[in-house]
């Protein structure tokens, strides 16, 4: 699928894949269906990707028609590709489908949806977040080789994960954007050590990554030497519609959660100071949904644009103030929590109680761009005011100071 795509929708299209649903929970009952089973022949279908290409997952439509589909198979009581494999789903896949070679599409997109294969996305370093571009990890050619150097930091899910889309510098002496490339390495290659990184939760649910002469094969490229900038923007776009895009019903999620507690609180303390709280946070959300709903419907093509930083911003500050309430509203409960003994998640951002998941909150103001990232996007790519001051924008890499 080349950048440019553009897919089509039509009566037609929803007629028809209305069908293939139909033929696709007769086939195969979610009651008696593996989730394994179930996905892939959900693939199989086109109704994994509806806008990849066909025999990639897709059938070349409108990507707004993916809502219709997954709300769908869950109501049957069927899985949900993104809760086993959130990261391969949201990104690694959009990535693979826009940059990688047919033999990698093939390869790849199958086992990532249907869960065997879970991916992680290695871009953070320790000193490389918001200027991802300055990273300094590093990949030298060697024959048909490629032989990586290097650390990252804050990959979620790393632990189980078979492949990883790895995103290094491979010429110090070109400016920082265009000395980039990305690979798919093999998270079971000798020299890559993960290790656990413990969060507030108790979890750890991301990890340090440590590569030491890890050899990828040439053909694990994403586009080519020097591309690595252009991809990692594929990953990125696709990262804050997979955080900050979804749209669930009117006055579920976090919100509800809220609402339910301040219906269960005695008369004498429902004052009108929380109720006041409470209506601006459910105002927010309903504002939020109802933006994610105007971006599905914009969105013609598979890349979305930088309209998805709206989204990711609004989502990430009224999840933090909706959890905040809650804790408020649960008075001296909101201090208890289960445990903080460390487990290794196999899911990412999984939260069973309203205290984790208000801990939980805290970090979606980080992952996927930070806000103010966020609201510098939407002034430059969306208002257009003056750009953030970039000092070695035009400076080889190798010469910028970094410590
Ligand atoms: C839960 C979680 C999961 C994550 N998962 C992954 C993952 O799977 N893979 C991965 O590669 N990374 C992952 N990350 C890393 C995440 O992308 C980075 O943490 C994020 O981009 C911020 O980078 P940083 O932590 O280095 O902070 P920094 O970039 O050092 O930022 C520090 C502070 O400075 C501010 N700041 C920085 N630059 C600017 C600027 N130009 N203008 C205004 N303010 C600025 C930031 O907003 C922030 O407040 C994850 C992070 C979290 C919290």
């Known amino acids: 699928m080349s950048p440019s795509m553009t897919v089509t929708e039509t009566r037609t299209d929803e007629q028809r894949v209305d069908g293939l649903i139909d033929d696709l929970l007769q086939q195969h009952p979610p009651a008696s269906t593996t989730a394994v089973e179930l996905l892939g022949a959900q693939f199989d279908r086109g109704l994994a990707w509806v806008h990849f290409p066909e025999g990639h997952g897709g059938l070349c439509f409108s990507p707004r028609l993916q809502t219709r589909i997954n709300e769908r198979v869950l109501t049957a009581g069927g899985p949900y590709a993104y809760y086993r494999n959130p990261i391969g789903y949201g990104m690694c896949g959009p990535t693979v489908v826009e940059w990688g070679s ?80 990305a690979f798919v390495v093999d998270m079971e290659a000798p020299g890559v050590d993960v290790r656990p990184l413990r969060q507030m939760t108790g979890e750890a649910e991301f990890n340090e990554v440590y590569f030491t002469d890890v050899r990828i094969p040439a053909s694990e490229l994403l586009g080519q030497p020097g591309d690595g900038w252009r991809v990692s923007l594929t990953t990125l776009m696709n990262e804050r519609v997979s955080i900050g895009g979804a749209v669930a019903p009117r006055g579920s999620g976090p919100i509800a959660a809220a609402l339910a507690l301040w219906k269960a609180l005695p008369e004498w303390r429902q004052d009108p100071a929380s109720r006041d709280e409470l209506m601006k946070l459910w105002i927010r959300s309903e504002v939020g949904r109802l933006t994610n709903v105007r971006a599905a419907q914009n969105r013609k093509v598979g890349v979305p644009g930088p309209e998805g930083s709206t989204g990711k911003l609004a989502f990430a500050e009224v999840n933090k103030d909706v959890y905040e309430l809650c804790v408020e509203l649960m008075g001296a409960d909101g201090m208890l929590y289960g445990s903080y003994e460390m487990v290794r998640p196999e899911k990412a951002m999984g939260a069973d109680t309203l205290q984790k998941a208000f801990l939980r909150s805290r970090a979606n103001s980080i992952e996927g ?21 970039r000092v070695d924008r035009d400076r080889p890499w190798s010469q910028v100071p970094r410590s």
């Open 102 to 181: 047919e033999a990698q599409k093939r390869r790849y997109l199958r086992p990532l949806f249907t869960g065997e294969e879970i991916w992680c996305q290695l871009f953070s370093e320790p000193g490389a977040g918001s200027d991802f571009a300055g990273l300094s990890a590093k990949a030298v050619r060697d024959g048909d080789e490629w032989v990586i150097n290097g650390q990252k930091v804050w990959t979620t899910l790393a632990h189980v994960s078979k492949w990883g889309l790895l995103v290094v510098r491979t010429d110090p002496e070109a400016v920082k954007h265009a000395g980039l490339t």
């Open 369 to 389: 761009g930070t806000s103010e990232v966020m609201r510098s996007i939407l002034g430059e790519r969306v208002l257009g005011l003056p750009g953030d001051v």
